[in-house]
């Protein structure tokens, strides 16, 4: 299939699938009455704002508990990394939605959700009752259709040769000369050992497979190191959060300069000190931030306080003037701290250009690992692929795949496997229907 055929026919699965997800969750939150929504976890309502503080990049973190104080939360569903709907709580479906943002904390009293920069909050009062409802990620679609159309339209650049591989349009380079290798890790056995000097002497593509239990992750870890040691940029990915904090963890006890991109809710908290957001908010660049992020709490404080409607509307202006310096300042410390980085690990489909990604200049890698390879999306690897002019790709092949939601492609697929003989698809494909 070639490149153009292969964008045209992923981006209609990824719509159908898309649109799967969203009419599921449209049912639930449209169809069904708010409480039950709550009685199925997916829902809080009744809750009150109690508080309001600045974060990182302009993000707003605002703590909702139950409007009666004194009360716990009901017992719910929802935890950190959720993506929630915020809206008045006697009101029903999406008609209402104030706003959208990601759960950051959960305990038995409250739940705090942190909001994007161009998202109002501070508009928001204090003493009326909001719901927060579980949405779908239309956000995760969006970038895939993206990387999709971005691959579609690659003309020129570092990655090109690697495109014209994986698409059969010309052969894979002939290997580097070999070189003595001095293992990070003693314990590796023979295997092992090959899968690294096979990956670190290719130009373009090289793949790590074996069945559960053979220590791929490991082999990684000693092929990233490898090349750090060799002076390139790595990007280290992964279509999960947990498969991405896995590599942290790893990396991370050979004292390389790593950097874990990922929004701070959705990261173990072994790892949080490789985070970001957490190295962004510990470096020597960013103390004028914090003098900017303090000021910011202050005048939240007398925003909380006043009653006073013009008094508001200043100090709803001076958030404004104070929010673009605290983003511009976070900005600059970003870039600097991923510019010396030499791993960055972030998952596949937050690899984009509309995140922490963007302060690098298009060339800064010259290798991407993309770990659980199996397990990922198609497109979601091209998110990241289209970043350097090398690959290694690591996975089991007889591994299940992503999970797919869509009954017509689950149909077709089922129609569609030469491996499964056809009384083995009538008996799955009627299980299916029931």
Known sequence: MDLEKFVTKTIDLLEKERQTEIDETRFLTEKIPAKELQRKGVCLLK???????????????????????????????????????????????????????????????????????????????????????????????????????????????????????????????????????????????????????????????????????????????????????????????????????????????????????????????????????SIVANSEETRLVEDVRRDLDKVLVKMKASRNKGAKHGLKEEIKVLRKELRERAAEATRQILTKAEVVLVTLTSATDDGPLKFLEKDHFDLVVIDENSQALEAGCWISLLRAPRCILAGDHHQLPPTILSKQLIRKKLKNSPKISKSAKKCMLRIFEI
């Open 47 to 277: 809750l009150r704002l109690n508080e309001r503080r600045s974060g990182l990049y302009g993000r707003t973190v605002v703590t909702f508990e139950p409007f009666w104080s004194g009360n716990e939360l009901p017992s719910h569903n929802l935890t950190h990394g959720d993506i929630v709907g915020l809206n008045l709580s006697q009101g029903e479906g999406y008609s209402d939605n104030l706003a959208s943002g990601i759960v950051s904390k959960v305990n038995q009293s409250s739940i705090s959700v942190a909001f994007d920069e161009a998202t109002d909050v501070f508009s928001l009062d204090d003493d009326v009752q909001y719901k927060l409802t579980k949405l779908a990620n239309d956000v995760t679609y969006k970038r895939l259709k993206g990387a999709l159309k971005n691959l579609n339209r690659y003309t020129s650049g570092r990655s090109g040769n690697l495109i014209n591989v994986l698409f059969h349009v010309s052969e894979l380079s002939p290997p580097s000369q070999p070189f003595a290798i001095e293992y990070y890790n003693d314990k590796l056995d023979n295997s092992q050992k090959e899968a690294v000097k096979f990956s670190l002497l290719q130009k373009e593509l090289a793949v790590i497979h074996g069945p559960p239990g053979t220590g791929k992750t490991t082999t990684v870890v000693e092929v990233i190191l490898q090349a750090v040691k060799q002076g390139l940029k790595v990007l280290a990915c992964a279509p999960s959060n947990i498969a991405v904090d896995n590599l942290v963890e790893r990396i991370s006890r050979y004292k390389q300069k790593i950097v874990r991109i990922g929004h701070p809710a959705r990261l173990l908290p072994t790892i949080q000190k490789f985070a970001l957001d």
